[in-house]
């Protein structure tokens, strides 16, 4: 046993490098997130606080993120040979969470070794399980972490935005409220360059630097926490977990380190059997049921006002219809086609003769014009026509005219008892 224990050690000192250290045990710096800004409330809903007790009753502090309403995200160092865990959600002052809960139950990911904790090792990150469901709001959420298709992304000169509540100072408390800063992402080439080509620069690994100021970094405290970035669907994800610095310092203007979690999703569904995984394409495909949706309620919406539509627009002339062949147009085809287009208010009105539709009636009825030569209207083709009907005289309509009788009298001057009666009613008027 002691055997197996001493090679554990050897090859943990393989991964040892004097240039690299936790943030926590930094030392002769202004340890916190440096040259940062304060975070306002709901700025970073998916932030975790983190109070872990060792067995001596020691307490560390370290930063983590919401994956769920039951799981969190952190870096493996935190948790090792840790008894307890206090968690606080969805503030960022201290003083003032919305939730604060304490849990025993993190999983480090099976390739690091606890053994030797305080060494920088790859595969520095661990989960959390809450025992209990958080409450998402305005103040908490959960974050959307790398996919696996971007594990191994080159980020070269993207921005980045890390966060937590590192220490104001090497081995003093920590500040009450949240701070945020702005890094740039590098490539792994120029991170493991800065720190002499060693192996502790892994494809699981992304490194930053300050933005416009070298001294912009993670720092003590601040492990553990998150890395976000824009993503190329403009949503924000989680590309990393705040892991080491310089061992110089955090300020000193060399690469901060974090670990991708694109290349843990395999081991992420075994522990919490869920799959954080996703791709590009979902958010394509979200709206597609939304579309059809519409387009399966939209035939629907016309079927409506065309049913009532429909019978409204025939039942109106028909109503009407039944007095067009009441009046002598029966005898003439020309005369139904025009109510049709111009309404019932045709025979009504005796503006029709001004219509267009009225001289086309007499270019038929022509040969009849020369036999009547008072004609002074177009409406005297008609009116001859009204006699043979035995329906004109129950018109009001032929009595009104008074033109329309004495042609038709004129007309029937041959008879010299009907000639009689035409001039006594002339006479008469």
């Not at 409330?41 to 307490?59: C, D, I, K, T």
Request: aromatic share 6%.
């Amino acid at each position: 046993m002691l055997g197996a224990l001493v090679i554990v050690a050897l090859v943990g000192t393989a991964f040892a490098d004097p240039n690299l250290a936790f943030p926590e045990d930094v030392r002769m710096s202004a340890s916190r997130i440096v040259s940062g800004w304060e975070a306002q409330e709901g700025q970073f809903p998916f932030q975790l606080s983190l109070r872990m007790v060792n067995p001596a009753g020691s307490v560390f502090g370290c930063g983590g993120s919401i994956l769920s309403a039951e799981w969190g995200l952190t870096a493996a160092h935190c948790t090792a040979n840790r008894v307890t865990i206090v968690i606080r959600a969805g503030t960022t002052n201290l003083t003032r969470p919305s939730e604060i809960f304490e849990t025993t139950t993190y999983f480090n990911h099976p390739l690091y070794n606890e053994i030797i904790q305080g060494t920088v090792q790859p595969h520095d990150i661990g989960l959390i399980k809450f025992g209990r469901s958080l409450t998402f709001g305005d103040l908490i959420q959960p974050i959307r972490i790398q996919n696996s298709l971007s594990m191994n992304k080159n980020y070269a000169g993207q921005l980045a935005t890390a966060s937590g509540w590192g220490a104001t100072w090497t081995g003093g408390s920590s500040p009450e409220v949240l701070n945020w800063v702005n890094l740039r992402l590098t490539s792994n080439e120029e991170c493991s360059a800065a720190y002499g080509g060693s192996a502790i620069i892994a494809p699981s690994t992304i490194c930053t630097r300050g933005v416009d100021n070298p001294t912009q970094s993670t720092c003590q405290g601040d492990s553990g926490g998150p890395l976000t970035n824009i993503d190329e669907d403009g949503l924000i994800t989680q590309v990393g977990v705040t892991s080491f610095v310089s061992y110089y310092g955090c300020h000193v203007g060399q690469p901060s380190g974090f670990i991708r979690p694109g290349h843990y999703h395999a081991w992420f569904t075994q522990v919490t059997g869920i799959d954080f995984d996703w791709d590009y394409a979902a958010p394509t495909e979200a709206p597609e049921p939304t579309t059809e949706g519409p387009e399966d309620e939209s035939p629907e919406v016309p079927d409506s006002p065309e049913v009532p539509d429909s019978p409204e627009v025939p039942d109106s002339p028909e109503e009407e219809s039944p007095e067009v062949p009441d009046s002598p147009e029966e005898e003439s085809p020309e005369v139904p086609d025009s109510p049709e287009e111009e309404s019932p208010e045709v025979p009504d009105s005796p503006e029709v003769p001004d219509s267009p539709e009225v001289p086309d009636s007499p270019e038929e009825e022509s040969p009849e014009v020369p036999d009547s030569p008072e004609d002074e209207s177009p409406e005297l083709p008609d009116s001859p026509e009204a006699p043979e009907s035995p329906e004109a005289p129950e018109s009001p309509e032929a009595p009104e005219s008074s033109e329309s009788s004495e042609s038709s009298e004129s007309s029937e001057s041959s008879q010299s008892s009907e000639s009689s009666s035409s001039e006594s009613n002339e006479s008469d008027e």
